[in-house]
């Protein structure tokens, strides 16, 4: 399974359909070019990456990676796996773990924003998450500037826990000015990713991240986020996997609370401090009385991504393409058109429902 977790381009996604196909991580190595071209939403060009890239696969190099960080592997299904994370559809086959996740992790809210946030956000950000963990919750963000980091620094400054998400691999901490920041994280909590040690974080990769940040909280809080920031993907992903969304209310003329406004308009709860927060939390049901999964958890089915009919052929490569959520200027380079051409091509695509645009300009499949 960390041999399939090195490959690049291989998501929850495809490993599911690669793992219902060949019925094991062992089955999906020995499989051949051709056995893998045959499987499903996997063509020609991406079995040829994908052999070559598991022949490939220094699971050693990455073992030595994971014992020289102190990094615990888990793999879904194991017993200590976090069970939040297994009831969303896309959860990662591996975690990697620096510190350690409790069951009384269980009880955990997110606070995410934007990077570029005013005084006022990162002042109501420590606030809330030092509020949080007095009344027992563990406060999960994304170690980002701005927001995230307020989140993380308030729960640490009030001696409770907090869990942090990374798009990149936890042998280089991004951004790099927090490395102090997750030292101190992993002492009181844990560092988080579902990618490979030595990774650097790509653009895509954090709209990734943000549905981990849900999925391991019962609610998600946005204290404040402008209309791109990554902070709204994080919301619509609480929103699929069912996850309470709150927003906290703040100037109509700022451009860094305009996502947040657009979020409470479309029915996210609004919480004017922490009591109001505290109060619908404890209003909405218990967390699990273990965080972690069953023992034996229901085998995974890869999900329906059935492409829609008759399509052209250019629209056909682009869905294909967006077997993992992409940012339009990958996409460019992937097909060689212009910019203008498949903005073109991706709104008429929009409009038909076959695809959606989230902010940064990424793209993912209907």
């Known amino acids: 399974m960390l041999a399939l977790t090195l490959v690049p381009g291989l998501g929850p996604r495809l490993t599911a359909a690669l793992l219902e196909r060949f019925g094991s991580a062992g089955g999906v190595r020995r499989a051949t070019l051709e056995e893998l071209g045959n499987v499903h939403h996997i063509g020609e060009k991406l079995a040829r990456s994908f052999h070559e890239s598991l022949r490939k696969a220094n699971v050693d190099t990455e073992v030595s990676l994971v014992e020289r960080f102190n990094v615990t592997l888990l793999g879904w299904g194991m017993p200590d796996y976090p069970k939040p994370l297994s009831s969303i559809d896309d959860s990662p086959y ?4 620096r510190g ?39 406060v999960v963000s994304g170690l980002a500037r701005g927001i995230d980091g307020a989140a993380h620094q308030g729960a640490l400054s009030a ?18 000015e927090h490395d102090e920041l997750a030292k101190a994280v992993e002492a009181s909590g844990a560092l988080v990713s579902e990618t490979p040690m030595g990774m650097q974080p790509l653009r895509g990769m954090f709209h990734a991240r943000n549905r981990l940040i849900s999925g391991l909280s019962r609610a998600v809080v946005v204290i404040e986020a402008n209309d791109r920031s990554g902070a709204l993907i994080t919301a619509r992903h609480a929103a699929e996997q069912g996850r309470e969304l709150f927003a906290l209310p703040a100037n109509v003329d700022s451009p860094t609370s305009a996502g947040s406004l657009k979020l409470l308009r479309d029915g996210a709860r609004p919480i004017r401090d922490l009591d109001d927060l505290l109060e619908d939390l404890n209003g909405i049901a218990a967390a699990p009385a273990t965080l972690f999964s069953d023992p034996e958890p229901t085998p995974r089915k890869s999900p329906a991504l059935e492409k829609p009919a008759e399509m052209e052929p250019l629209p056909s490569r682009i869905w294909d393409l967006l077997f993992e959520p992409k940012p339009i200027d990958e ?28 902010p940064g300009n990424i793209y993912e499949r209907r």
């Open 94 to 97: 591996m975690l990697y773990v």
């Open 100 to 138: 350690e996740i409790r069951p009384t992790d269980a009880n955990a809210v997110a606070i995410v924003g934007s990077r570029q946030c005013t005084p006022y956000g990162k002042r109501m950000a420590e606030k809330f998450a030092s509020g949080l963990v007095r009344a027992g919750f563990t």
């Open 159 to 176: 001696g409770g826990r907090t869990i942090a998400v990374l798009a990149g691999g936890l042998s280089a901490i991004y951004p790099p």
């Open 331 to 358: 996409l460019v380079r992937e097909l060689s058109l212009t910019i203008a051409e498949l903005s073109r091509l991706l709104m008429t695509m929009e409009l038909k429902k076959q695809v959606r645009r989230l």
